[in-house]
């Protein structure tokens, strides 16, 4: 870390020491976080009503309470945005990061703590670059800006008191003063809500910083891409910005974008998966290239994992980190340091190593074609147009798939509509 100040490398290596902790002793640091929830939210009315002081290990905090979905935990957290307090967390909770509802009908508004924030979030965020300087020490990353690409946030009609708003504005929202010094846009441009004139201030801020990363979903990334370029009249990104080296992704599979970076990029930069949802930062890859995510597990979340074909059942199982297995399909089911409390996040994710523990996430609960017994996922609907790509030298901006089912005069099958930045050499 020769760019870093004696005294940044020095707070690095304690760092790096304390990943090496949770990093070999996951499951013991597991115990850990799930008895300090547990503590913490004794004295909440969640944690009264199923006796949280009576719950002194894993098993019996599993026979207390039950696996819950958001409707299950609504109740509170709308008691919550109305101006209660000590209801599912012990400290007071004023904001929401509002989540699209992809398995229900309706937007969710998930608790965000200060402890989720500063414990689990930014904790997390930390960890992940210090990580990426441990394996990358001549990274000039802070020798330059971090574009981020964030939503919107807005004041709850319910009470003053509490904001809502997509995660990412949420976090942005209350960075750390010296993280505002490390990032780009303004403010200002950066949680507006109307997406169209957003890009169009994010390209006209941003053309001449000295960008190194980036951050946000794909999709909206490649459309301020493209809109910097027709401004520019450059033909590649490295030529706006030539000295971006990371882009970091989450949210949605990035193997149906990968080959549109490249091409827009223009040169070789590293990539990082990140798996960070308005319920937590549960995963990051430690390095470019790994398979799969490293699971963070000292990050204020207790994680269960709960194979898919339980979910449904009144009494689902679920299993801890020392009995999961290699490939099967997981959903897990977190507890958290913002009051979420056996809650199905509904991802599901599969291990790709025990040693560190490492994660893949392979679709959602509810996102699946089964109609025949086939079990079609998330991933393998990705792989499968990754390949059709790679064989046929198309490009794909999105896509989407269904079932048809069984007729009098047809077999089963199942029907593609695929949109193309670059139609595929022969459709045959």
């Not at 009908?105 to 210090?130: G, N, Q, R, W």
């Not at 509904?346 to 392979?362: A, Y």
Request: hydrophobic letters at 40%; aromatic letters at 12%; proline letters at 5%.
């Amino acid at each position: 870390m020769s760019l870093l100040s004696p005294a940044i490398s020095s707070l690095a290596r304690m760092r790096l020491w304390r990943i090496d902790g949770w990093k070999k002793n996951p499951v013991e640091a597991q115990r850990e976080v799930l008895q300090d929830l547990v503590t913490s939210a004794q004295y909440t009315e969640f944690g009264r009503k199923y006796n949280f002081h009576e719950l002194f290990n894993i098993r019996s905090f599993k026979q207390a309470v039950p696996v819950h979905e958001y409707n299950d935990l609504k109740p509170y957290i709308e008691r919550i945005m109305a101006g209660e307090q000590n209801i599912l967390w012990n400290t007071p909770v004023f904001w929401f990061a509002k989540s699209s509802g992809t398995t229900s009908d309706k937007s969710k508004f998930i608790p965000i703590s200060e402890e989720s924030l500063e414990d689990c979030h930014f904790k997390a965020a930390k960890d992940v670059l210090t990580m990426y300087y441990q394996f990358n020490p001549d990274s000039a990353l802070l020798t330059g800006k971090g574009l981020v690409l964030g939503g919107s946030h807005n004041i709850n009609p319910m009470n003053n008191d509490a904001q809502y708003g997509d995660l990412s504005a949420v976090l942005l929202q209350n960075t750390p003063f010296w993280g505002h010094w490390l990032r780009t846009p303004d403010l200002s441009i950066a949680l507006m809500d109307e997406w169209e004139s957003k890009i169009e201030k994010l390209a006209e801020s941003t053309i001449h910083e000295n960008v190194t990363s980036i951050s946000g979903v794909p999709t909206w990334t490649l459309v301020l891409f493209r809109r910097i370029l027709e401004i520019t009249g450059k033909s590649t990104m490295s030529e706006v910005w030539p000295s971006l080296e990371l882009y970091m992704h989450g949210g949605v599979s990035f193997t149906p974008y990968k080959e549109q970076f490249r091409k827009l990029i223009g040169k070789d930069i590293h990539y990082l998966e990140m798996y960070n949802a308005s319920e937590g930062f549960f995963a990051a890859q430690e390095r470019p290239g790994d398979d799969g995510m490293l699971l963070f597990t000292d990050h204020g979340i207790f994680m269960e994992f709960m194979p898919v074909s339980e979910y449904g059942k009144k009494h689902p199982q679920t299993v801890g980190l020392q009995d999961v297995e290699l490939g099967k399909n997981y959903a897990p089911v977190i507890t958290t340091n913002g009051g979420l409390w056996r809650y199905i996040v509904g991802d599901t994710v599969r291990f790709t190593s025990l040693s560190p523990f490492r994660i893949k996430v392979s679709g959602r609960l509810k996102h699946y074609m089964n109609a025949f017994g086939e079990e079609v996922i998330v991933d393998n609907t990705d792989k499968a147009i990754a390949d059709a790509c790679a064989k046929t030298g198309a490009i794909v901006n999105d896509y989407t798939a269904a079932p048809v089912y069984f007729s009098d005069n047809a077999n089963g099958a199942h029907e593609w509509l695929i949109e193309f930045e670059k139609d595929p050499s022969s459709l045959d």
